[in-house]
């Protein structure tokens, strides 16, 4: 029991590790199981992002404008993360805006360089970010930060659940952790996703509605295109999901006047 624990511990960390900068100050052993097995606790990350975005916030809001505390609680979940899902999505607009076959997809998303549609892509994303959060009622941006960043990262759970790993990881820029793990993933995402919307059962209703549109489209896209996914196509679902969430509370606040 206690060695599970001790397990359960270190692959804990080793997420903490893969998906943030936080410094771990004590030593680790790897192995691409337990790289692999850490995808369970992506939502647990999500859970510190959050915090840590709401923490900057509320500080910022003290003493600077409102929009000036959104873009620095932005910019924090960005270096906290070290931009790994913004440059996954950069590397996905490159690939499958440029790339007319599965091997020129793949092949583009491998290039560091980012492209035109990368570029376009990233402004976008950033850009209704920071626009969906500063329509949402000043109140709520904390509590609602951290719900977009763990449930932002409850879709690439299933998708690495469910669907096959097509990059080499001999020949990726990325580490690999895309291999099916055991069914505490899924329901340790859905587990998670679920409380995260607990404060309030209408926008997360129609969360799980338009979460679930784009996890079926998403879905079929890249299936259709390259016939699974990649480390960048994770990242990209990721930010697709973390705005869409921002994207569908600003609407519920906007249509109930709340």
């Known amino acids: ?8 511990i270190y692959i804990f960390l080793t997420a903490v590790m893969f998906f943030t900068r936080i410094p771990i100050f004590i030593t680790i052993p790897y192995s691409p199981e337990m790289l692999n097995a850490s995808t369970r606790y992506f939502t647990i990350i999500g859970l510190l992002i959050g915090l840590i975005a709401a923490g900057i916030f509320i500080l910022a809001s003290y003493i600077l404008p409102t929009p000036v505390a959104i873009v620095l609680s932005m910019l924090c979940t960005i270096y906290v993360t070290g931009a790994f899902h913004e440059d996954g999505f950069a590397d996905f607009c490159d690939g499958f805006g440029g790339g007319s076959t599965p091997e020129k997809i793949l092949t583009i998303m491998k290039d560091s360089r980012l492209g ?6 990233l402004l976008s994303m950033l850009t209704l970010k920071y ?6 009622p000043v109140p709520y941006i904390p509590i609602l930060l951290i719900t977009a960043h763990v449930g932002s990262r409850a879709l690439p759970v299933f998708i690495i659940h469910y669907m096959h790993y097509v990059q080499d990881s001999d020949n990726s820029k990325s580490k690999p952790i895309g291999k099916r793990s055991s069914i505490a993933a899924p329901i340790i995402a859905i587990s998670t996703f679920c409380i995260s919307f607990a404060w309030n059962p209408y926008i997360g209703l129609l969360c799980i509605v338009c979460l679930g549109c784009v996890y079926i489209l998403f879905s079929r896209y ?20 973390e705005v869409t969430i921002y994207f569908t509370a ?5 249509t109930t006047h709340i």
């Not at 890249?222 to 679902?237: C, E, F, N, P």
């Open 1 to 8: 029991m206690i060695q599970h624990i001790k397990s359960e």
């Open 222 to 241: 890249i299936r259709k295109k390259i016939g699974g996914y990649t480390g960048d196509v994770l990242g990209a679902l990721q930010q697709i999901s």
């Open 131 to 136: 626009i969906s959060i500063f329509y949402i």
């Open 116 to 121: 035109t549609y990368g570029t376009i892509g």
């Open 250 to 254: 600003m609407a519920f606040f906007y």
